[in-house]
């Protein structure tokens, strides 16, 4: 009867410890692991403008995957995979963020140049048409789209 009183509290205290230590990863994991969304983006951004895509795609992965409601994260990351020429999970990638904001400026204008680089130049011509309506009196995302499509401009992150 002892024996079996000893046994149960030492199952008892191992069960009790392995949830401790369990729960204290956890904690340590959640607090200290994970990366502030903002400095997340920021970190993109620095990295997009020194055209360094991969860290940036992993980077702006992390950041989407936290802030799944920004469109300019996710144009971010289509853009992204636009330079690396994942065109077709950049399409995909630009859709979500238009649904999420379906006047994105930034958005239309790069799906409209991913549209020029894999020759749907009518899909980039609807664009060019939704910000010309967006921006009545121009603006940069108008012009820039535009040159774009007239063999003008190249575009990497600004």
């Not at 379906?102 to 239309?108: F, Q, R, S, V």
Request: glycine letters at 4%; a neutral charge.
């Amino acid at each position: 009867m002892l024996w079996t009183y000893i046994n149960s509290m030492n199952k008892l205290l191992i069960t009790f410890i392995t949830l401790l230590i369990t729960f204290s990863f956890e904690l340590s994991g959640s607090k200290y692991d994970k990366e502030n969304p903002s400095e997340l983006y920021e970190k993109a951004t620095k990295q997009l403008k020194n055209e360094k895509y991969k860290a940036a795609l992993n980077t702006l992965k992390k950041y989407t995957k936290a802030e799944r409601d920004d469109a300019d994260g996710w144009t971010l990351l289509a853009f992204t995979n636009r330079k690396l020429q994942n065109f077709t999970k950049a399409e995909d990638l630009y859709e979500k963020a238009l649904i999420l904001e379906p006047n994105n400026k930034i958005a239309l204008e790069y799906q409209g140049e991913l549209y020029v680089e894999i020759n749907k130049i009518d899909k980039a011509m609807i664009n060019l048409s939704k910000l010309e309506k967006l921006c009545p009196n121009s603006c940069e995302e108008l012009e820039m789209l535009k040159n774009y499509i007239n063999g003008i401009g190249s575009k990497s992150y600004q």
